[in-house]
């Protein structure tokens, strides 16, 4: 996905966002924010929104106090994202389709997103979802794509949101090969191998990216997870920058989030603040002049 000029200064939001939580001194926060500007201002808009967020980022790293600024609240938010699923179980049990709003609460949790805003309403936005469904919705593809799959990749994002991740894929077919794959190190609040070792995730086998960047940089992953994502009968990807890098995928991949901004709302046609489950072949469509 192409970026915007929003996404520019949305990139050192981010990074001011890290600064405070970090507990750094304004002085450090204003030398963060000018050495993360010099690090994107000669990009262009053919990079990703995920990538000039991940550069930025980056640069910032050297100003942090402390190495990972989010993890205490991404400890905070799998409390709470546990605690709303032992609240709404009954709830999946009792839909008529269980997989669907399964689906439906894993994209809800994608509200979780520290790189957008601080203040979310989870449980508002799990109950506006269950009643309105995804305002894009490739769920009819993406179900007769399982009934024959061998195996299945998500592509994780969020701390929190990895919750309704696990659920969603332990309540699959144990026949289906079942894979996770999150950030190798510490970026905004997305989650990381090493924190990932905390659930119980049956038989469901964890890999990383290989990397800690946001979205998937091919120029950046592991060639274990590329070949992962090559070879699985079905990919989804969850959240904002997994969306903004495989967007464009040569293969399909089921793209799964919460819409934030504008940016996403005008690639996805969707308003923001409302879900989408759509194959990124939709998209492909959808720029070739046909709705999906």
């Known amino acids: 996905m192409r970026g915007a000029p929003e996404c520019f200064p949305c990139s050192l939001n981010q990074v001011l966002k890290l600064m405070r939580v970090a507990g750094a001194d304004d002085e450090t926060i204003l030398r963060a924010i000018k050495d993360s500007w010099e690090a994107i201002r000669n990009f262009g808009l053919e990079k990703s929104p995920a990538y000039v967020a991940t550069v930025a980022i980056r640069r910032a790293r050297k100003y942090f106090p402390v190495d990972d600024p989010y993890r205490e609240l991404k400890s905070q938010h799998n409390k709470l994202a546990a605690d709303m699923l032992e609240r709404i179980k009954p709830i999946l049990d009792s839909s008529p389709d269980p997989l669907k709003a399964a689906l439906i609460v894993m994209a809800s949790g994608n509200i979780i997103d520290l790189g957008v805003h601080h203040d979310f309403d989870l449980e508002g936005t799990l109950r506006r979802n269950l009643e309105e469904g995804f305002a894009r919705d490739d769920y009819g593809p993406f179900r007769e794509k399982l009934k024959r799959a061998k195996s299945l990749l998500l592509i994780a994002d969020n701390a929190g949101e990895i919750v309704f991740d696990l659920h969603f894929l332990k309540s699959l077919s144990p026949d289906l090969e079942r894979y996770i794959a999150v950030k190798e190190g510490p970026i905004l609040n997305d989650v990381t191998f090493s924190e990932v070792s905390g659930f119980d995730t049956g038989d469901v086998?964890?890999?990383?990216?290989?990397?800690?960047?946001?979205?998937?940089?091919?120029?950046?992953?592991?060639?274990?997870?590329?070949?992962?994502?090559?070879?699985?009968?079905?990919?989804?990807?969850?959240?904002?920058?997994?969306?903004?890098?495989?967007?464009?995928?040569?293969?399909?991949?089921?793209?799964?989030?919460?819409?934030?901004?504008?940016?996403?709302?005008?690639?996805t046609r969707t308003p923001v603040g409302r879900a989408v489950f759509l194959s990124n072949r939709s998209l492909a469509r959808q720029e070739g002049g046909h709705d999906a």
């Open 205 to 267: 086998k964890v890999v990383s990216t290989g990397s800690d960047g946001l979205g998937v940089i091919f120029e950046e992953v592991s060639e274990d997870f590329r070949n992962l994502f090559e070879e699985a009968d079905i990919v989804i990807a969850k959240g904002h920058a997994n969306f903004e890098t495989l967007d464009e995928a040569e293969r399909e991949v089921f793209l799964l989030l919460q819409v934030k901004c504008q940016v996403v709302a005008r690639r």
